[in-house]
């Protein structure tokens, strides 16, 4: 799927990530990573990793003189998200790979939010990581990951004597994977109808007038980028958000919703209802306030991982109705 040699499947998401970053670097050695990135990944990178003498510098990821300005003589790997959680984020992947290559350095790019959209192997990363967990998985029982990259580097995350992947301990059970593997089956079928159901609520959402983020619409910073990575049938993807204006709005909505049966106030990704989370308090709560604050994570944010919904228009009228009686929408714009 991701065009590597091969890959390993682990046994988390974060089970995949670390082991990586362990594997390519030394104690004294640097990370340059995207500031916006899944807490966990970023969690690790700013209090555990230091704890073995691995420093990170964190950098708008969209701005490759930024980036370039990070690298030292010690750093070893750009980090990034290809659509970037939960700010929806999206890396110039071929931009980062041509910094990599002139520094030598290994791009590892986590792809968990477009799976099949995006094939950053094509595009020139080095290494791709998923969270089988969410898409790929897509029903929300089952937790894993996979590496993708070349046999070699595979070969050593796997080996005995020193083998990160390895000797961490973050091997996937063999019923896990078989069972994973057959809801891979239906990934593609998936994520048409993830990102069919997301386009059309965040065009209906950004024509009501709220502030709506969603690599799909003209209004993106980076649609255009995405647009010329993408494999287009797949779309733009199922990740969008939507700025309410506050936390106690945003928990209201989400709380009426899912009373609604419009989906569920949860914080994973990818299943086949929607999901909604408020990510300053919940997956990001890890990144300080006033970091949040800096890279424009309000409080009034809603994310959504939209799901496979087969009258997306009746959802949208329902979520509208939502909205008026909250008074996030006033009747008249609507
Ligand atoms: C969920 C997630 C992870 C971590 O995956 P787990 O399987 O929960 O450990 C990593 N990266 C991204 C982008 C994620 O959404």
Do not use: W
């Amino acid at each position: 799927m991701e065009g590597t040699e091969t890959a390993t499947v682990t046994a988390s998401g974060m089970g995949a990530i670390t082991p990586v970053l362990l594997q390519l670097c030394d104690t004294g050695e640097h990370i340059v990573s995207s500031r916006t990135i899944y807490g966990g990944t970023y969690a690790f990178l700013k209090n555990l990793a230091p704890r073995l003498g691995i420093d990170t510098s964190f950098v708008d990821i969209t701005k490759l003189d930024v980036v370039e300005a990070a690298i030292t003589p010690k750093t070893k790997i750009l980090y990034c998200e290809s659509v970037s959680n939960p700010l929806l984020e999206v890396a110039d992947i071929k931009g980062l790979s041509e910094l990599a290559k002139k520094h030598n350095l290994k791009l590892i790019v986590d792809n968990t939010f477009s799976p099949l959209s995006i094939s950053p192997i094509n595009l020139g990363a080095d290494i791709v990581i998923h969270s089988l967990t969410k898409f790929i998985n897509g029903s929300s029982d089952a937790v894993g990951g996979v590496i993708c990259g070349t046999q070699e580097f595979i070969d050593e995350l796997r080996n005995v004597n020193d083998g990160a992947a390895m000797l961490l301990g973050s091997t996937m059970d063999s019923l896990r994977s078989a069972s994973i593997l057959k809801n891979l089956r239906t990934l593609h079928i998936r994520m048409q109808q993830h990102s069919l159901n997301a386009t059309y609520l965040a065009e209906k959402f950004e024509n009501a007038g709220i502030k709506t983020v969603y690599p799909g619409l003209a209004s993106h910073p980076s649609h255009n980028l995405f647009k010329s990575m993408m494999n287009e049938k797949y779309g733009f993807g199922g990740m969008m958000t939507i700025d309410v204006g506050s936390l106690d709005k945003a928990n209201a909505l989400m709380e009426l919703m899912q009373e609604r049966n419009l989906g569920y106030l949860a914080v994973s990704l990818g299943f086949y209802k929607t999901l909604f989370s408020a990510p300053g308090s919940s997956t990001s709560s890890e990144i300080p306030e006033d970091e949040q604050a800096e890279m424009g994570l309000s409080d009034g944010l809603i994310r959504f991982s939209i799901g496979l919904d087969a009258d997306i228009e009746r959802t949208y009228e329902m979520m509208k109705s939502c909205m008026v009686e909250l008074g996030i929408l006033k009747t008249e714009m609507v």
